[in-house]
């Protein structure tokens, strides 16, 4: 029955097709006003078709894919900005610190400039420490800024204040301020972002920040090397701020990105003039002077936090996307955790950076904290993307 059946309905098909056929052809050849109703008659179904079924299906595939066809996009809806004046960085450790002045076209001074490192914190306590041991021999100051509101507007615990007691290495020259959040439902995460970093203004002063001494300004996991420090406040005549280039990394060690680190300053301090920020900020970009590891994080539990708590949190479209075992076998790939477009520039950059990132086993030039408690720090390192849950 089934053969049959189906190959009558087909056979009635093609007959209905030729006869209308036909029947058109012999209309539309006698009246023109006819014609146009007989191609409409004629096209009737594929146009429902298309409208009822090909339509929709395509609006909600453009709305759910919205913001990567904007991603892919950008090249023709923004141009890149302005580019870096690249400065050539020169580091070994067996060149002296003059040498190493001069090779940058800059003297040598006396004695250094002190250097304050600020910080607005949220939870990140690992690479908090790596951070403060990478920078330790060189700071005068260290400024520490947390609030109980997330950028977007969550209330969070002061995560410094209950694990200071870790810190006491450093306790001497920390200046730490607390900020109570503002909660404003609603409200673009930048604005309270930009609150938190006029805080920090306020605390320097009270670490008793003086002109010309050099201040970082970059976010804790922007973690500028020992020696790009030590040389900056041994050298005259550097410039007045200066972006640091620093090697970028998602998740561990394991996953160096190419999308490149820049965010990062460092500022010969001038009273009433220099204003705590994370935006371009002069043309000059010192190649190669530290790391940046994004989504460091050691338990799931944090990177779940961070996606909510992130200036961008209006990227998690889908509650699917906090799903702990999704995060890590994320995590393991190398695959992005918003499911998005690299934000690049060219077409060319943005197709060279699709699927997960390369894995590198290279454990060279990584602070070397890190390596001398490489068991603490095991997720950090190449080779061991398992998480800890919860
Ligand atoms: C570095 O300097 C030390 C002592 O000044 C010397 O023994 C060593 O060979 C040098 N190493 C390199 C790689 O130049
Ligand atoms: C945040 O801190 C401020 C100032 O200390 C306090 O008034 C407020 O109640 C705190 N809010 C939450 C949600 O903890």
Same mark, same amino acid.
């Given at each position: 029955?089934? &053969?049959? @059946? ?37 096209? !009737?179904?594929?146009?429902? /078709? ?32 302005? &580019? ?60 520490? /800024? ?30 730490? @301020? ?10 673009? &995460? ?20 003086? !002109? ?6 970059? !976010? ?19 410039? &007045? ?41 002069? !043309? ?56 998005? /477009? ?18 590198? $086993? ?6 070397? $904290? ?21």
């Amino acid at each position: 029955m089934m &053969p049959d @059946g189906y190959s009558s309905s087909k056979k009635t098909d093609d007959i209905r097709e030729d006869v209308c056929g036909q029947v058109q052809q012999a209309a539309c050849a006698a009246l023109s006003m006819t014609r146009l109703r007989c191609i409409l008659r004629g096209v !009737d179904l594929k146009t429902y /078709l298309f409208l009822l079924v090909i339509v929709p299906i395509s609006i909600l595939g453009i709305y759910f894919q919205s913001q990567k066809i904007t991603c892919f996009l950008r090249p023709l809806w923004q141009s890149p900005p302005k &580019p870096f004046v690249n400065i050539p960085h020169y580091y070994h450790p067996n060149v002296s610190m003059e040498n190493l002045c001069k090779l940058h076209g800059w003297g040598i001074r006396k004695y250094p400039r002190r250097v304050f490192d600020a910080v607005v914190f949220n939870n990140e306590v690992d690479i908090l420490t790596i951070r403060w041991k990478e920078l330790d021999p060189y700071i005068t100051q260290f400024i520490l /800024l947390e609030s109980n509101s997330t950028f977007s507007g969550l209330p969070k615990p002061y995560f410094f204040a209950t694990n200071r007691d870790q810190f006491k290495f450093m306790e001497p020259r920390l200046t730490y @301020g607390t900020i109570g959040g503002r909660f404003r439902k609603g409200e673009n &995460p930048f604005v309270e972002e930009a609150y938190q970093r006029v805080a920090i203004d306020q605390l320097l002063r009270i670490a008793g920040i003086q !002109d010309d001494d050099l201040l970082i300004m970059s !976010d804790v996991d922007e973690i500028p090397s020992g020696h790009t420090i030590n040389l900056l406040r041994w050298c005259d005549d550097i410039p &007045p701020i200066l972006h640091l280039h620093l090697r970028n990394y998602l998740y561990s060690f394991e996953f160096p990105w190419d999308h490149r680190s820049w965010r990062a300053t460092v500022h010969r301090y001038r009273m009433g003039k220099t204003r705590y920020a994370h935006f371009r900020q002069t !043309d000059y970009l010192l190649s190669d002077a530290g790391w940046h590891c994004s989504f460091c994080f050691r338990r799931i539990s944090e990177f779940i936090f961070k996606m909510k708590a992130y200036s961008h949190n209006d990227r998690v479209r889908s509650p699917h996307f906090l799903n702990p075992k999704r995060i890590q076998d994320i995590i393991c790939k190398g695959t992005d955790l918003y499911d998005m /477009l690299p934000e690049e520039y060219t077409f060319k950059q943005i197709i060279g950076q699709l699927g997960p990132m390369t894995h590198s $086993y290279s454990a060279i030039h990584l602070p070397a $904290y890190l390596l001398n408690n490489a068991d603490k720090y095991k997720y950090l390192m190449p080779g061991n993307c398992r998480r800890e849950s919860g």
